[in-house]
């Protein structure tokens, strides 16, 4: 790679600092709105249904199902396309409707009439049901005709506002967890309005947080209706085979009410992701926009485990020279460096203002304790100051990285490996760890403050709740993987609430088949029991043109969802070596878009040694489309 003299890049071409967001309103007024006109319609709905000839008062009649599910098909739909077209302002009904194909949910309620069927034969079997076999047939006839309208009076109106919109909505603006808590608590009081009662609150409640979570893992409306109408179904022909709990009936109705959801959703979560194939990202963007900070991550040097490090040796001019290649060849506008050394940090970061980069500098230290991580970034903030007076306007601070993982004191766990496994045991305790994160977070920003005067931002998990208070710009390790591919915009929607400007810290994916669905887990594919000779796990095919296609895809993404900027994950990992030997081909493992040489070459990537990736053509070719001519 010859050097060429550096120079400050054309005033038209300087990438642009963060600035502020214009506030948006937020999702709660609409959702609510929307959930108080279906408890209007349902109330009314169910006041007309007891009220017509041949129902006696009960709403459960066939004459008042009818009625109920006429004026809901009536009116529930129409009210959906108006508060999507003059609340929301778009023009397409984009809440989970469009299907993922119909495996998974008839997979959902195929799995809970099996359960069911199982459950009551053994209930039967003990002695502790007793059926009456002769009203089969009855109970065949009076299901064909009573489920279709509950299907429109009760379960896909009720599913459209509360799974679709309602949890839709608030996910724009709150987690998963929170819009799934809030859908199931305004669905509770929907029912106990319409009903005139709440003393089957706490049923209706599960009920809501079964379904909203079939939503959540599948990213769709039609799971949860498909499980739900199974259960319905169910229950329908028990009361027609007048079946009584004769022995224990309590535990045996506990079983029975959560056997078969419990069943589907775990069947749901096994099958998540393989629905069909198709455009990863179904919610249409808005107008494309370039992006302010087009980025890519450079590594200093960096250490997950004792006896690892990344780059072991440090050559000022082979930075330079590959800092050129970034704004050159790449067509970058920006940079984060990242790693352990600060003197290592500091001397990328002005080699790369140097060419014309504006730079996030971001120090890591894996397994650190609160205490350490606080006065290490302090130490950093500094270093990031003496570079803004130099160079102002071009400097960031970016204050760590998914720290609930790689620090300790917010997960359990002595070490990265513990912490990671400790996430996915303890995943419904997110909330309390959320906290402890953001006491960190809050610590971390006062630090940083002290001593650095520019735009701070931090690299969240995309797990992590983050009160983004004490932060310029919200930013975010998005990778795509199987459960975010068809939520991604929808996440990004939700970060965009807050009114900052919106930096993805991290994107992209490894370089083999099959890597695209793993994301940021890409390179668990290399066993590291043996540091000194880590293996490529069987089974795995090296293809670039995985990574490069999701580069493309997300940048995509990213242009029509206002992101300010973007990072590609990452120029290189020098310690992950290519080798033609598929086991022990580290590179296909690593995030990196350029190859570095075979350990029996000889070559050390350090000494600026490596091949560009297909990955590298596709980012040097989409970044330059948003470059100006150059000549020269």
């Not at 790449?330 to 504006?358: M, S």
């Not at 990031?384 to 760590?400: C, F, I, M, W, Y």
């Not at 066993?527 to 995985?546: A, F, I, M, N, T």
């Amino acid at each position: 790679m010859p050097d060429e003299p550096r120079s400050a890049p054309p005033s038209d071409t300087a990438p642009r600092a963060p600035r502020a967001a214009r506030p948006r309103a937020g999702p709660v007024a609409p959702t609510v709105l929307v959930c108080a006109a279906a408890t209007l319609v349902g109330v009314l709905a169910a006041a007309a249904s007891t009220s017509v000839p041949g129902a006696a008062g009960d709403p459960d009649s066939l004459p008042a199902l009818a009625v109920r599910a006429a004026l809901c098909t009536a009116l529930v739909p129409p009210l959906l396309w108006a508060a999507r077209r003059f609340l929301d302002r778009a023009p397409t009904p984009a809440f989970g409707l469009a299907p993922r194909g119909w495996p998974v949910p008839l997979a959902a309620a195929l799995t809970v009439l099996l359960a069911s069927a199982a459950l009551l034969g053994a209930a039967r079997a003990l002695g502790a049901a007793t059926p009456d076999t002769g009203a089969v047939g009855g109970a065949a006839s009076a299901l064909a005709v009573t489920l279709p309208l509950l299907l429109a009076a009760q379960i896909l109106p009720e599913e459209l506002v509360f799974r679709g919109y309602a949890q839709h909505h608030l996910g724009l603006r709150y987690p998963p967890w929170a819009a799934l808590l809030g859908q199931a608590a305004l669905y509770t009081l929907f029912a106990a309005a319409v009903t005139g009662s709440a003393a089957l609150s706490g049923e209706v409640f599960l009920l809501g947080l079964f379904l909203g979570a079939l939503r959540t893992t599948t990213g769709e409306v039609w799971t949860p209706l498909a499980a739900r109408t199974a259960l319905t179904a169910v229950g329908v022909l028990s009361d027609e085979l007048g079946l009584r709990l004769s022995s224990a009936p309590e535990p045996w109705q506990a079983v029975l009410s959560l056997g078969p959801g419990l069943a589907a959703f775990w069947v749901v979560y096994a099958l998540r992701g393989r629905g069909r194939a198709g455009a990863p990202f179904p919610d249409a963007g808005g107008p494309r926009r370039p992006l302010a900070q087009r980025g890519i991550l450079y590594d200093v040097g960096s250490s997950y485990l004792p006896g690892q490090n990344s780059r072991p040796r440090w050559r000022p001019d082979v930075v330079d020279r590959e800092m050129r290649v970034i704004r050159e060849d790449l067509h970058c506008t920006a940079v984060t460096v990242f790693g352990e050394d600060l003197g290592r940090l500091e001397e990328a970061a002005r080699l790369a203002l140097g060419r014309g980069l504006y730079v996030w500098v971001q120090p890591r230290l894996v397994d650190a304790a609160p205490g350490e991580l606080t006065a290490n970034l302090g130490r950093a903030a500094e270093a990031a100051e003496r570079l803004r007076r130099d160079h102002p306007e071009r400097v960031g601070l970016n204050v760590g990285c998914e720290i609930s993982l790689f620090a300790a004191g917010v997960l359990p766990g002595r070490d990265l490996d513990r912490r990671t496994r400790a996430l996915g045991l303890l995943f419904p305790l997110l909330p309390w760890f959320d906290r402890r994160l953001n006491r960190l977070l809050r610590e971390l920003a006062d630090t940083a403050r002290a001593r650095f005067h520019g735009p701070l931002t931090y690299g969240s998990g995309a797990w992590e709740t983050v009160d983004w208070t004490p932060f310029d710009v919200v930013g975010v390790d998005y990778y795509l993987d199987e459960l975010t591919r068809r939520s991604y915009r929808q996440g990004l929607r939700r970060l965009r609430a807050h009114g900052k400007p919106l930096v993805v810290t991290e994107f992209g994916c490894c370089s083999y088949e099959g890597a695209r669905d793993r994301g940021g887990s890409g390179s668990d594919i290399l066993d590291w029991s043996d540091l000194g000779d880590r293996r490529v796990r069987d089974g795995y095919v090296r293809d670039e043109r995985v990574q490069a296609d999701l580069i493309s895809d997300l940048l995509d993404v990213f242009e029509t969802e206002e992101v300010h900027g973007a990072f590609v994950c990452m120029f290189i990992e020098g310690d992950c070596r290519y080798s033609p030997d598929p086991t022990r081909d580290q590179d296909m493992a690593s995030f990196g878009i350029v190859r570095p040489p075979p350990l029996e070459s000889g070559l050390s990537p350090d000494d600026g040694h490596w091949e560009p990736k297909l990955a590298f053509h596709t980012l040097a070719a989409r970044y330059a489309e948003e470059a100006p001519d150059r000549t020269g």
